[in-house]
Nanobody
């Protein structure tokens, strides 16, 4: 079992930056190589893919709307996943979730473990 806990959300002005973190506990990254991802869910909308990274970190994918602004990374020694978000826009407002899966994927229904989310609000 893996427990994922997100942090770093908050209120920021448009154009600002935030760095999200996701700490893993339980079965750690070193015990079982996992791909990790960030997803988000805005009010009244379905959960959507944001970014994903494989175990080694040499395969990374982003949804088009965040390319060039967001950067996903991981520290397997510290069992932590990050999402650096720059040039934030009001449409980035959502609850951001980290998730883990055995294989890299952008599909929410293929993720094995989920955190409870952290709220990001971007004011215009």
């Amino acid at each position: 079992q893996v427990q994922l806990v997100e942090s770093g959300g908050g209120l920021v002005q448009a154009g600002g930056s935030l760095r999200l973190s996701c700490a893993a506990a339980g079965r750690t990254f070193s015990d079982s190589p996992t791909a990790m991802g960030w997803f988000r869910q805005a009010p009244g909308k379905e959960r959507e893919f944001v970014a994903t990274i494989n175990w080694i970190g040499d395969r990374i994918f982003y949804t088009d709307s965040v390319k060039g602004r967001f950067t996903i990374s991981r520290d397997n020694v510290k069992n932590t996943l990050f999402l650096q978000m720059n040039s934030l826009k009001p449409e980035d407002t959502a609850v951001y979730y980290c998730a883990a899966s055995r294989y890299i994927t952008a599909a929410p229904n293929e993720m094995d473990y989920w955190g409870k989310g952290t709220l990001v609000t971007v004011a215009s």
